[in-house]
């Protein structure tokens, strides 16, 4: 009988590592590639002042707002999302690979919310990754990379144009992040956090 | 020479930036003018442009909209540039609709409830006497400019100076500005203000 139970129990183990822990597989062939950095185009000239509509879906509640990045130098970059009535909901400075809180309103200064934030924004504004591994598949490549010891994949399509960046574990997607741009341009940016009910939808504002 | 010339812009400057404080006598003759024009109001009417200001961008970020208010305390804020975004504070509801999309907050809540006396008590200059505000008048140029610095410990987290222009002849608020506890403030001009107009009653409908 316990022969019977512990023969279940490591078929049930071994299904389950196979089926549901199935590592997260990068789409693509592996190749050799002489790239050894990517540059992210957005958000990344000096001086200009980047303006968004945001539309934040947090926990079902939608917010709507204005998101404000600025590239000040080769090192510093700010960010600021501000309420429609204009007053400012946070505002972060990225220095290198670190963000510092400048500002951020009382209602969202919890110690779990601001970690998610700097993590996410610092994704999506972040420009400079040393590449590891590129795959090469019929509409583009993936290039994987790490940030934090967190592994990225930014997709480029045939043109090199960066469409997507993802955030993954071993075993699952984290974060996603699609681009809708045109060269050093994105007019929108789509948003999505698979860890917590989070979507973010930026549009250029005109 | 360059000295004299940077003697000469230091002073213009001081005499523009200067403010004096209003004498008793001044004082009770605005606030007697502000009292009697607010005793008649039934409604106002205007035309706003919203600057947003922050220390590290070199434009202020621009909005356009119109403003209604009731005596009853309806309040309508309306943007209608770049975005199209509208908020009506009424009968303890906040009603937003973002570009067509409808949505209700209860205006129960502490905040929400300060947020609406302090709009629409800047607009019609019913602030004077709040016991939630330390005030300060003074002669700014062509305007008297009244100075309101809240004592709410909540309000204060968010606002910490709020400044009412009026002009010298007029009893009703051309400019209002919120400065934030950073110093970065938002800056509100009213034109083409219309007093005691009829308001159609549905622009407070959601």
């Not at chain 1, 204005?66 to 590239?71: D, H």
């Not at chain 1, 490549?141 to 469409?163: F, T």
């Not at chain 2, 947020?115 to 005030?135: P, Q, R, T, Y």
Request: charged fraction near 25%.
């Amino acid at each position: 009988m316990f022969k019977l139970i512990r023969v279940f129990l490591i078929t049930s183990v071994f299904i389950l590592i196979t089926t549901a822990c199935k590592h997260y597989k990068v789409a693509g062939t592996k190749i050799e590639s002489s790239k050894e950095r990517i540059v992210v185009p957005y958000f990344n000239t000096a001086g200009k002042e980047y303006l968004y509509n945001a539309k934040i879906d947090v926990f079902n509640n939608e917010l709507s707002g204005i998101l404000v990045v600025k590239k000040l130098d080769d090192k510093r970059k700010r960010l600021a999302l501000l309420s429609e009535f204009g007053n400012t909901l946070l505002d972060f400075e990225m220095v290198n690979n670190e963000v510092n809180v400048i500002y951020i309103m009382e209602d969202l200064n919890k110690k779990l919310i601001v970690a998610k934030l700097k993590k996410y924004f610092q994704l999506l504004v972040h420009s400079n990754y040393e590449i590891k591994q590129t795959y090469s598949f019929e509409n583009g490549s993936n290039l994987v990379s790490k940030l934090h010891g967190k592994r990225i994949i930014l997709r480029n399509n045939n043109n090199a144009q960066l469409i997507s960046l993802q955030q993954v574990s071993v075993w699952r997607e984290k974060v996603k992040i699609d681009f809708y741009a045109e060269g050093k341009h994105a007019d929108s940016i789509h948003f999505k956090s698979f860890e917590i009910p989070v979507k973010i939808k930026l549009r250029m504002r005109k | 020479m360059k000295y004299i010339v940077l003697f000469c812009t230091l002073f213009t400057f001081s005499l523009l930036a200067q403010e004096t404080k209003l004498t008793a006598q001044e004082l009770s003759a605005f606030k007697q003018r502000v009292e009697q024009e607010t005793k008649s109001l039934k409604s106002i009417r205007t035309d706003f442009e919203q600057s947003k200001h922050m220390a590290f961008l070199s434009n202020d970020i621009q909005s356009k909209g119109k403003m209604y208010l009731r005596s009853d305390g309806s309040l309508k804020w309306e943007y209608t540039s770049p975005n199209v975004y509208s908020v009506i504070f009424k009968n303890n509801s906040i009603l937003i609709n973002d570009n067509g999309k409808k949505s209700t907050v209860s205006g129960e809540q502490d905040m929400f409830k300060k947020i609406n006396h302090l709009i629409s008590g800047s607009v019609s200059g019913k602030l004077f006497d709040d016991k939630e505000f330390n005030i300060s008048y003074y002669k700014s140029g062509k305007n008297i400019l009244v100075k309101l610095i809240p004592n709410n410990k909540t309000l204060k987290k968010y606002i910490s100076e709020v400044n009412l222009y009026f002009p010298q002849q007029d009893a009703t608020v051309s400019k209002v500005k919120l400065i934030e506890p950073s110093g970065d403030f938002t800056l509100i001009t009213f034109i083409n203000k219309e007093l005691n107009v009829q308001i159609d009653p549905s622009i407070f409908n959601h």
